[in-house]
DNA sequence: GGTGTTCGTGTAACCGTTTACACGCTCGAA
DNA sequence: TTCGAGCGTGTAAACGGTTACACGAACACC
């Protein structure tokens, strides 16, 4: 492979000029310019990228560390960084599939030299040293992190407000008897979902119940399992709040497979509104959650970071939650819910000031947007 | 930050003694690799990868060039990737929405001496020329080529026999007038499926008609509108064939405004088995396609070229597409076929001998495997 | 006591760029 | 003519590592 050194002889010029060509510096004549331009093409010259970062110490690379990428949540996500890292000619490295925060450090500590700036999810309550270790070293966000963070950038998504906001709504429709299927212990989404469900039948003079309290992992198969327990529950609730969709398709399957009548017998709403909750029969009323923006705000509020010679203040975003009410809830007629609104939460991040968290986008993406060339 | 000189100063070595620790070098006595770790722990020294790669000229990455990351195909392509590249202790370089070959090359140019090999998906039927920039530079392997693209390494999915598969399907359960909703006009994929459908009813003696072929876009609300027209033919056909699943939707969707049974009146399939077509109602017969298996391939295809200090023989393999029979043909309670047997086409690339091509995995992953995190 | 090995270590060149600095030339003003 | 400014260019020192090679010490062997 060619490098400057054969452009310059080529072009019979220094390599100081080959360089300022392709960096476009004022300071060249166009008659060199046009040498350099033709030796270059001749030996199909491209620059080396990793070289160059060496001695700019900017990679024009960010690094994005998951602890998962299945399902539509962990894609739109990456899409919405993509999209956003795109603009502003960035390019993403990726690494996934890190069990706990040990393996997040190990996966970042790879990425040293190679990126400029990190956005994270970090997979569990991990040990605070850890992560510090990781912001001292990078401009970092954490998307959805587990505790509050102070010192560094967060963006996160109203799963307090969500959750609330949808159990009011079945408040609102009367049911007096509201079951849940709570996400896995010490999943901090899980946990904040719950706290939005105890609150909101507080909040409507309904004590929280142990019993109405399922135990679920986030899968759809223990959605599934949930249902005869439900059943059995003496007085059987009338509605269910699964703390997330794949629990509300596995719960929904089951009821049918028991002659359960959904909504009439028995309401259920969901979390997430995963593509296909509309299509679900019937349609699953849920929380439409703004995966793709909660990508696209991480990348956003991580570029000033990299770029900053001196460290700015730290943002702490937290994106709205929309109610989409659809037919599982028994109130398919009912217009859909506005976005919304925030509370705080002490052990939630607080919104940046004067900057408004973005709108969400509406919770029918699908029937809006080309799907493109997704079928491929 | 800390260098590998800061390190050197500290423990009182030289910098080739603390590299050496680094690289588990045998030739390091204990005491000076504990006073490296010691400096190093001390410093908080981590190296910098992007200035070593510069000299071993091996990043350990490898690049994704995507056209798009819009829906679960390319979710579950980068999915596949990113676990093998990881059992590979590979890092990926993603980069997508790529309108035309000049972007691809734009991007790969960008990822020079950032990355080992490349694995593509080239958008459009682009100039070989450009493709031929790509080759010639990094190992690559292309995923889904549109044409046969001799010299370098290919993996893909049978678009044309999962097409005929499923027509001859149709065909099987009695259908004798059977429409399409074909994909874009220079889609290859499209063209591949249209040719399975044209021959499978030439091979069960029916004649393709021109007015039996509705034209679509892959998407949901192309899929919707072809409903119209498709209602209108006369003599009315018993079955489509959309040639994906976003189309299949819009047509389901508009067939039930309209009124008309399925399967009934009309069987429906589709092609891609996207992660609803099983909840749908009727749930959606189609071809299932292994997205994951995809990228887990190519990234297996193109590891030993990486490593190779002389280059092999390239391979070209094409992954096998599976029926999945669901109601939405009226053949609900059939048993679901099993794998589609392999046709050689000429314009097909051809799976490499003594190589059986991955088996396909079961066409419902979502009952199989735990979805994790997937709603978070 | 010479000679050859082995071992641990350091020196310095190199990877492919960028860029501070210096240099030589041209030209206009004093 | 002299001087300074401006311009285009080249030289060389980084950037942070790896590694070929050399070297000195310790040791075994004849």
Redesign the interface.
């Known amino acids: 492979?060619a490098t400057i050194r054969d452009v310059a002889r080529l072009a019979g010029v220094s390599i100081a000029t080959v360089s300022r060509v392709f960096n476009n510096s004022p300071r060249v004549s166009e008659e060199s310019a046009r040498r350099v331009r033709a030796a270059a093409t001749r030996l199909?010259y491209?620059?080396?990228?990793?070289?160059?970062?060496?001695t700019t110490s900017r990679?024009?690379?960010l690094g994005v560390l998951l602890?998962?990428?299945?399902?539509?949540?962990?894609?739109e996500v990456?899409?919405g960084i993509?999209?956003a890292a795109?603009e502003e000619k960035l390019?993403?490295?990726?690494?996934?599939?890190h069990a706990d925060t040990g393996e997040l450090v190990t996966a970042a500590?790879?990425?040293?030299?190679?990126i400029d700036g990190l956005i994270a999810m970090v997979p569990d309550n991990g040990a605070g040293s850890e992560i510090q270790?990781i912001v001292?070293?990078f401009p970092v966000v954490f998307m959805?992190p587990r505790t509050k963070m102070n010192g560094c950038n967060t963006v996160s998504i109203a799963n307090y407000d969500g959750a609330r906001a949808v159990v009011e709504h079945l408040v609102g429709l009367g049911h007096t008897r509201i079951a849940t299927i709570r996400?896995p212990k010490g999943?901090a989404?899980a946990e904040q979902r719950l706290r939005g469900y105890r609150d909101a039948l507080r909040a409507a003079g309904q004590m929280p119940e142990p019993k109405l309290e399922l135990q679920g992992?986030?899968?759809?198969?223990s959605g599934f399992q949930c249902c005869a327990e439900l059943l059995h529950l003496e007085p059987r609730p009338s509605a269910v709040f699964a703390?997330?969709?794949?629990?509300a398709?596995g719960l929904l399957s089951a009821l049918r497979d028991a002659g359960i009548d959904v909504p009439k017998a028995m309401a259920v709403t969901g979390?997430?509104d995963?593509?296909?909750a509309r299509?679900?029969?019937p349609a699953l009323t849920t929380v439409h959650v703004d995966a793709y923006g909660l990508g696209e705000q991480a990348t956003r509020s991580l570029v000033p970071f990299m770029r900053a010679s001196r460290p700015s203040r730290c943002t702490h975003i937290v994106l709205p939650a929309t109610l989409a009410v659809r037919s599982s809830c028994g109130a398919a007629d009912a217009p859909q819910a506005g976005p919304i609104r925030r509370r705080r939460r002490e052990t939630e991040p607080v919104p940046v000031k004067g900057k408004a968290p973005l709108r969400v986008r509406s919770p029918s993406p699908?029937?809006r947007r080309?799907?493109?060339?997704?079928?491929?």
């Open positions: 492979m199909d491209w620059p080396n990228t990793g070289a160059r970062s060496l990679t024009h690379a602890p998962d990428l299945f399902g539509e949540f962990f894609s990456i899409r993509d999209h795109r390019q993403i490295l990726v690494s996934s599939s500590r790879a990425m040293r030299g190679r270790q001292r070293r959805n996400g999943n989404d992992d986030f899968t759809e198969r703390a997330n969709d794949y629990m398709i979390f997430d995963i593509a296909f299509y679900l029969d699908t029937m080309p799907r493109g060339k997704a079928g491929v």
